[in-house]
């Protein structure tokens, strides 16, 4: 593929991705998106970073998931980001779901971190700035913060979005009690809460404990992140930590000790389930998280566009019989 010359987006990409509703919103969002969170910063390969968003945005994938402190360094992804918009992507905005976030720590002081409206309000600018963006599509409280009061954080995003900076507001990791809450205020003050961004894998069910029903109940969307488990739910390190990968890199947050023979004998177990299902076990990861009702979408991340390829092919098998149900849970139980 030539990816330093003009880009021309493929004719037939809306062809095969599903597009699935957000909540209870007129907004659709692919069942794969692209999360900037790894391999976009400025230490990074920005022909690569190039390359995967060329390739998903062939695939349908139109939404691309990004936060003020993606890097390293912080704000490099929104840069790079902002770099490739405006060369490839710019005549595309109307096609394109642009997301960022506030939450944690950005910069240095009393102001650069968790969920003040002097924050948020700011660093959304900021973020805006290092894309070349007039607005992002969707705009995040990325944790909860147990300090500030509700009111202000959730006031700071629908002053955010009653003033053009951002089109619909979301949340993130916010636990089920606090999420309730923060849906009912936003929902009184007229900018209705339009989707939950938590991490879901295999490996991390918390969700289900009740932060899912209270989305289905509120109508909110659920975007789930490291559906991957951050590369643990693939063929990645079955035999070892190789060099390159995210276990291996000093700037990720995935450490080596993460990978235990555990989770390695889990992953070899489950590994043989997507292979009587016909899929990678990065694939049946994605479709794993996806064939649970109020998930709206996958939020994966990538090193290379290959990465993107496979997780937008699990969308060919999402359905699962109920025996590979079961044997998936005596796996986990184990
Ligand atoms: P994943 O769980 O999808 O992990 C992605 C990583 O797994 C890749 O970078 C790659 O790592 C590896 N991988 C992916 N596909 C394959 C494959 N087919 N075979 C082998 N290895 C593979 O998601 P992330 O943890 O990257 O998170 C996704 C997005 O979620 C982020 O970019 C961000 O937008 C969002 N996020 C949000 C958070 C929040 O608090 N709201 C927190 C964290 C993430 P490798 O380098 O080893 O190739």
New binding site residues.
Partial sequence: MNISGQYSPAPDRYDSMTYKRCGRSGLMLPAV????????GGVDSLENARAMLRRAFDLGITHF???NN?GPPYGSAEKTFGRLFAQDFAPLRDELII?S?A??DMWPGPYGDWGSRKYLVASLDQSLERMGLDYVDIF?H??PDPETPLEETIGALDFIVRSGRALYAGI??YPPDFTRRAVEMLRSLGTPCLIH???Y?LLDRWVEDGLLEVLTDEGVGCIV????????????YLDGI?E??????DD???SRSQVTDGVVATVRRLNDVAAARGQ????M??AWVLHQSGVTS???????P???E??VAALDHLEFAADELETIDAVLGD
């Fill in positions: 998106s692209l999360g900037l969170w790894h391999n976009f998931d990004l936060a993606y997301s976030k939450g944690w995040y990325h944790r993130s990791m961004q938590p991490n894998s992140f490291s559906p991957l488990a951050q590369g643990l739910l693939t063929d990645r190789p390159g990968s995210r276990a291996a890199r990720s947050y995935l990678t076990m990065a694939q990861a994605v996958a939020l994966i991340g990538a090193s290379r290959g990465q993107v496979e997780a």
